[in-house]
């Protein structure tokens, strides 16, 4: 027993009471100890996920739903990359989700992407909620390279060049798509995933 | 080995999260759309609103047990909510609460819902399917500017989802001791792939509550209800949205009615049977031009009545309004309207309630602009804008407002303003004439008139808040805002100086009122928020110095002590496994003077199982620190021969099947 513990025995008489458990009442504490973690474990996995663990999964979700050009990868096995720009607010969930998963053969994996420049190996970019000015520059640095660009809660969204922003409704995500800005940069987006996209005002 | 176990549990909940993390990248699209996410995750950008906003969402509503509106209300920092009886209400914010308390705008669904007789709500005719309530938006503070006259100190907006987000069949049913028995079904449909609508109808079964020594206060009541929305697009960009509403309910109550020929009280106590009905029909057409510009026009047509021992009387109302909001180049937003109500009751007097004339028809025509400008984009907002009403009692009323907003960072934004809103002459401050009796001497009481008055006039206010909200942590927000409150031509009982048994309705009282509202939210764990909040508020008011006669020197202190100086809470939401969820809620309330009402504390708890996707079970106990407790009292209509009502202990369980 640590001094720590001691201190804390002293303060609080709960605490003095595990400090004086031994032989089987250890046991059986240790035991609802590990339950209990076991327990909060379940929970993780039937409680609802969080905003952007759901976020996460329709961003791999998306990869699926795109046609790049045939030169976007070099051959039928190179990864497919996810592309993170402004810091992660996925805090590590995306790459455990992509962690063992394919499309069309491709691995996919995520890069923390700090300067555009290293942006041109992306399949996908996430763009963490940018501010407008920076958006414009974002999309002028990425050029007509095919990228499938993603960002959030975005004003003026059809005149910027993004091709698709989450929206949250009722608690749900759902995701606007500006298929013309997705068309120029050469990628081609299957009908079935804009059937499923909150119209855009015009 | 404590080092070695936190270490395992935490390599457990990692690789659990794996798995959990699989089935989501597994699921298919629209499987992913059907999903919510936790309310329990990280918190969304911290609001920029330039005002003291808050929003109780559908799933805050559930978690808390409310079984009414009130009760949902009280989840708003800021609000003081107090329950007098069975069905009746004191509900306001910053001060002047009473169970009929006149500085709010409540709407639903963009229908106003206050009664133009008193300028307040009758809050137990209010409801809809509980689980149909997307959210509830309360401003605390004057929202004069875009919503108009009334919103002095607060505008509560209940909105209901819409009808394509309410498909499926939704039956929930329950009871207990106090809500003796409640239920509602609730369907929702699609007519083709435009068209969604839904259906339902509810009924409650509430008891009374007790008098202080325990004793029924004969006030049990049921309500009933049923009503539909429709929501169809025609088009990508029109939307027309059609609902409507009918209700019915007996309340039981305990009025004291005036009667001359009964001394030496003058007081005749009735054990009344009365019934409120209502019905209502919306409908709204709204065109988007752009994702920038979009109008609305809305019409409705609203009914209420009301028949009880001391008051009958029937109501209609027709509203007209126009809102239109677009661009204006790169950093102007403007929003405008206009809007026309008509409003038309019938009473029929009796001798403690009497309205002269019996019967009348008022006009109210409202225009308003406001322009967001961004000063310095997405950093420093400035909003300018003001309401011009005209109404039949004091013609053109302006309410204008200034709010500035900035975001120095994503994490955190300071707001401020200054506005002018006034609280327009209610039906009654003109025209009631109240039969009281009052007690001057042990056994000696006289009976007085309390009179409105042609000359009354409108209340007004000008409003200084700041406010500040931050995010310092990951797992912390906060929220701040500070209010002060200067007050003129406040309503006041003037003694006639001829005839001390006659009073009439003034505008002689002023005053100000200052506070703070302060409240958090902590996520402990992924399981595990809590949220905190405190409220304080003085109130000091003073007869006008240029008051042409001194007012009834037991209104100032009257309204003084009608709210409580300190409110403290403290809620607790967990996730638990197996899918159960536990909630707590803590309120301290300062006593009020008034009434009489000593400071309190009660715990509300709440604990509910999702036992399939299908069917959830719950369990609720609602104030269970006290076998029964006070939290207001009658003002100006004698309830219970004057005496308050106290809330008892209670406890329910509910079922809810979604199909």
């Given at each position: 027993m640590n001094p720590n513990h001691q201190r804390h025995a002293e303060r609080a008489p709960c605490l003095a009471g595990f400090a004086r458990m031994q032989g089987p009442a250890l046991f059986v504490f240790y035991l609802l100890l590990v339950l209990l973690a076991g327990r909060r474990t379940v929970q993780a996995q039937t409680g609802p996920p969080s905003e952007y663990q759901l976020k996460a999964a329709f961003l791999y979700n998306f990869g699926k739903f795109v046609e790049w050009p045939a030169n976007a990868f070099t051959n039928d096995a190179a990864p497919l990359v996810i592309g993170l720009f402004g810091g992660d607010p996925f805090h590590g969930d995306l790459e455990r989700l992509v962690a063992n998963q394919n499309i069309r053969g491709h691995p996919v994996i995520v890069r923390q992407i700090?300067?555009?420049?290293?942006?041109?190996?992306?399949h996908i970019l996430f763009v963490n909620t940018p501010e407008p000015i920076q958006a414009a520059k974002i999309t002028n640095a990425l050029g007509n390279a095919s990228i499938l660009t993603v960002t959030e809660n975005i004003d003026h969204f059809t005149e910027s060049a993004f091709m698709i922003s989450f929206v949250m409704k009722d608690d749900k995500v759902r995701f606007e798509i500006n298929n013309e800005a997705a068309r120029s940069s050469g990628l081609k987006i299957s009908g079935k995933l804009l059937a499923l996209a909150l119209k855009p005002a015009k | 080995m404590f080092m070695g176990l936190t270490a395992l549990a935490g390599e457990t909940a990692a690789t659990t999260n794996n798995t959990d993390l699989a089935q989501l990248a597994n699921m298919d699209i629209s499987e992913l759309m059907q999903l919510k996410v936790s309310i329990l995750g990280p918190s969304q950008t911290i609001s920029e609103a330039p005002a003291a906003i808050s929003v109780v969402r559908q799933e805050d509503i559930k978690r808390s047990g409310a079984q009414n509106i009130p009760e949902a209300l009280r989840l708003v920092p800021g609000m003081d909510v107090a329950q007098l009886d069975a069905s009746q209400w004191a509900v306001s914010a910053r001060g002047f609460n009473d169970v009929f308390a006149n500085k709010l705008l409540v709407m639903q669904d963009g229908r106003s819902i206050y009664t133009p007789l008193f300028s307040g709500v009758f809050w137990d005719v209010q409801g809809t399917m509980m689980e149909d309530i997307d959210r509830i938006e309360v401003v605390r503070?004057?929202?004069?500017?875009?919503?108009?006259?009334?919103a002095v100190n607060g505008v509560i907006n209940i909105i209901t989802r819409s009808a394509a987000d309410t498909q499926g069949l939704l039956v929930s049913g329950g009871g207990g001791n106090q809500e003796r028995g409640f239920g509602g079904v609730r369907y929702g449909g699609v007519v083709n792939s435009n068209v969604f609508f839904r259906v339902y109808g509810t009924y409650e079964n509430h008891d009374a509550t007790v008098l202080a020594d325990g004793s029924n206060a004969n006030n049990s009541w049921q309500m009933a209800r049923g009503g539909f929305r429709a929501d169809w697009?025609?088009?990508?960009d029109n939307l027309l949205t059609f609902q409507g509403d009918g209700y019915a309910g007996w309340i039981n109550q305990v009025f004291g009615t005036f009667n001359p020929l009964n001394p030496p009280t003058y007081t005749t106590s009735v054990q009344d049977d009365m019934t409120a009905d209502g019905a209502n029909a919306l409908g709204r057409w709204t065109h988007t031009f752009s994702d920038t510009a979009d109008f609305k026009l809305q019409g409705y047509y609203d009914y209420t009545g009301r028949d009880a021992a001391i008051f009958n009387e029937q109501r209609h109302t027709f509203d007209l309004n126009f809102q239109h909001e677009f661009a204006l180049g790169d950093r102007n937003h403007v929003i405008w309207g206009l809007g026309y109500r008509l409003t038309s009751d019938t009473e029929v007097n009796n001798p403690t309630v009497s309205f002269n004339p019996a019967s009348k028809t008022l006009n109210l025509f409202s225009a308003f602009a406001q322009d967001e400008i961004a000063l310095v984009k997405d950093r420093l907002r400035l909003t300018l804008g003001s309401k011009f009403e005209h109404n039949d009692y004091t013609g053109l009323e302006v309410q204008p407002g200034a709010r500035l907003s900035w975001t120095?960072?994503?994490?955190q934004t300071f707001w401020a303003s200054i506005s002018r809103a006034v609280r327009t002459p209610s039906r009654a401050e003109e025209s009631i004439t109240l039969m009281q009796s009052r007690q001057v001497a042990p056994n000696f009481f006289v009976p007085v008139t309390i009179s409105g008055s042609g000359a009354f006039e409108s209340e007004e206010e000008i409003a200084y808040e700041a406010g500040y909200r931050t995010?310092?942590?990951?797992?912390l927000s906060l929220d701040l805002a500070a209010f002060y409150n200067d007050y003129t031509d406040l309503r006041s009982l003037q003694q006639n100086p001829g005839n001390p048994t006659q009073f009439v309705l003034g505008n002689e009282l002023r005053g100000d009122t200052y506070g703070v509202e302060a409240s958090a939210t902590w996520k402990v764990e992924d399981w595990w928020r809590v949220q905190p909040a405190y409220t304080l508020l003085h109130t000091d008011l003073r007869a006008r110095?240029?008051?042409?006669s001194p007012p009834d020197n037991t209104s100032v202190a009257y309204v003084e002590g009608s709210s409580p100086q300190n409110q403290f809470s403290i809620r607790s939401s967990m996730d638990l496994p197996h899918d159960v969820t536990f909630d707590l809620a803590l309120r301290y309330v300062d006593k009020l003077p008034t009434y009489q009402v000593g400071s309190y504390f009660e715990l509300n708890a709440r604990l509910g199982w999702q036992i399939t996707k299908n069917l959830e079970v719950a369990l609720v106990g609602q104030n269970l620190l006290h076998d029964h407790h006070a939290e207001f009292g009658p003002s100006y209509i004698n309830t219970q021969n004057g005496n308050k009502t106290e809330i008892p202990r209670s406890f329910y369980g509910t079922i809810t099947w979604r199909f």
């Amino acid at each position: 027993m640590n001094p720590n513990h001691q201190r804390h025995a002293e303060r609080a008489p709960c605490l003095a009471g595990f400090a004086r458990m031994q032989g089987p009442a250890l046991f059986v504490f240790y035991l609802l100890l590990v339950l209990l973690a076991g327990r909060r474990t379940v929970q993780a996995q039937t409680g609802p996920p969080s905003e952007y663990q759901l976020k996460a999964a329709f961003l791999y979700n998306f990869g699926k739903f795109v046609e790049w050009p045939a030169n976007a990868f070099t051959n039928d096995a190179a990864p497919l990359v996810i592309g993170l720009f402004g810091g992660d607010p996925f805090h590590g969930d995306l790459e455990r989700l992509v962690a063992n998963q394919n499309i069309r053969g491709h691995p996919v994996i995520v890069r923390q992407i700090s300067s555009l420049s290293d942006s041109k190996g992306c399949h996908i970019l996430f763009v963490n909620t940018p501010e407008p000015i920076q958006a414009a520059k974002i999309t002028n640095a990425l050029g007509n390279a095919s990228i499938l660009t993603v960002t959030e809660n975005i004003d003026h969204f059809t005149e910027s060049a993004f091709m698709i922003s989450f929206v949250m409704k009722d608690d749900k995500v759902r995701f606007e798509i500006n298929n013309e800005a997705a068309r120029s940069s050469g990628l081609k987006i299957s009908g079935k995933l804009l059937a499923l996209a909150l119209k855009p005002a015009k | 080995m404590f080092m070695g176990l936190t270490a395992l549990a935490g390599e457990t909940a990692a690789t659990t999260n794996n798995t959990d993390l699989a089935q989501l990248a597994n699921m298919d699209i629209s499987e992913l759309m059907q999903l919510k996410v936790s309310i329990l995750g990280p918190s969304q950008t911290i609001s920029e609103a330039p005002a003291a906003i808050s929003v109780v969402r559908q799933e805050d509503i559930k978690r808390s047990g409310a079984q009414n509106i009130p009760e949902a209300l009280r989840l708003v920092p800021g609000m003081d909510v107090a329950q007098l009886d069975a069905s009746q209400w004191a509900v306001s914010a910053r001060g002047f609460n009473d169970v009929f308390a006149n500085k709010l705008l409540v709407m639903q669904d963009g229908r106003s819902i206050y009664t133009p007789l008193f300028s307040g709500v009758f809050w137990d005719v209010q409801g809809t399917m509980m689980e149909d309530i997307d959210r509830i938006e309360v401003v605390r503070g004057p929202g004069a500017t875009l919503w108009g006259a009334n919103a002095v100190n607060g505008v509560i907006n209940i909105i209901t989802r819409s009808a394509a987000d309410t498909q499926g069949l939704l039956v929930s049913g329950g009871g207990g001791n106090q809500e003796r028995g409640f239920g509602g079904v609730r369907y929702g449909g699609v007519v083709n792939s435009n068209v969604f609508f839904r259906v339902y109808g509810t009924y409650e079964n509430h008891d009374a509550t007790v008098l202080a020594d325990g004793s029924n206060a004969n006030n049990s009541w049921q309500m009933a209800r049923g009503g539909f929305r429709a929501d169809w697009n025609p088009t990508d960009d029109n939307l027309l949205t059609f609902q409507g509403d009918g209700y019915a309910g007996w309340i039981n109550q305990v009025f004291g009615t005036f009667n001359p020929l009964n001394p030496p009280t003058y007081t005749t106590s009735v054990q009344d049977d009365m019934t409120a009905d209502g019905a209502n029909a919306l409908g709204r057409w709204t065109h988007t031009f752009s994702d920038t510009a979009d109008f609305k026009l809305q019409g409705y047509y609203d009914y209420t009545g009301r028949d009880a021992a001391i008051f009958n009387e029937q109501r209609h109302t027709f509203d007209l309004n126009f809102q239109h909001e677009f661009a204006l180049g790169d950093r102007n937003h403007v929003i405008w309207g206009l809007g026309y109500r008509l409003t038309s009751d019938t009473e029929v007097n009796n001798p403690t309630v009497s309205f002269n004339p019996a019967s009348k028809t008022l006009n109210l025509f409202s225009a308003f602009a406001q322009d967001e400008i961004a000063l310095v984009k997405d950093r420093l907002r400035l909003t300018l804008g003001s309401k011009f009403e005209h109404n039949d009692y004091t013609g053109l009323e302006v309410q204008p407002g200034a709010r500035l907003s900035w975001t120095p960072t994503e994490h955190q934004t300071f707001w401020a303003s200054i506005s002018r809103a006034v609280r327009t002459p209610s039906r009654a401050e003109e025209s009631i004439t109240l039969m009281q009796s009052r007690q001057v001497a042990p056994n000696f009481f006289v009976p007085v008139t309390i009179s409105g008055s042609g000359a009354f006039e409108s209340e007004e206010e000008i409003a200084y808040e700041a406010g500040y909200r931050t995010e310092p942590f990951k797992r912390l927000s906060l929220d701040l805002a500070a209010f002060y409150n200067d007050y003129t031509d406040l309503r006041s009982l003037q003694q006639n100086p001829g005839n001390p048994t006659q009073f009439v309705l003034g505008n002689e009282l002023r005053g100000d009122t200052y506070g703070v509202e302060a409240s958090a939210t902590w996520k402990v764990e992924d399981w595990w928020r809590v949220q905190p909040a405190y409220t304080l508020l003085h109130t000091d008011l003073r007869a006008r110095p240029d008051g042409a006669s001194p007012p009834d020197n037991t209104s100032v202190a009257y309204v003084e002590g009608s709210s409580p100086q300190n409110q403290f809470s403290i809620r607790s939401s967990m996730d638990l496994p197996h899918d159960v969820t536990f909630d707590l809620a803590l309120r301290y309330v300062d006593k009020l003077p008034t009434y009489q009402v000593g400071s309190y504390f009660e715990l509300n708890a709440r604990l509910g199982w999702q036992i399939t996707k299908n069917l959830e079970v719950a369990l609720v106990g609602q104030n269970l620190l006290h076998d029964h407790h006070a939290e207001f009292g009658p003002s100006y209509i004698n309830t219970q021969n004057g005496n308050k009502t106290e809330i008892p202990r209670s406890f329910y369980g509910t079922i809810t099947w979604r199909f």
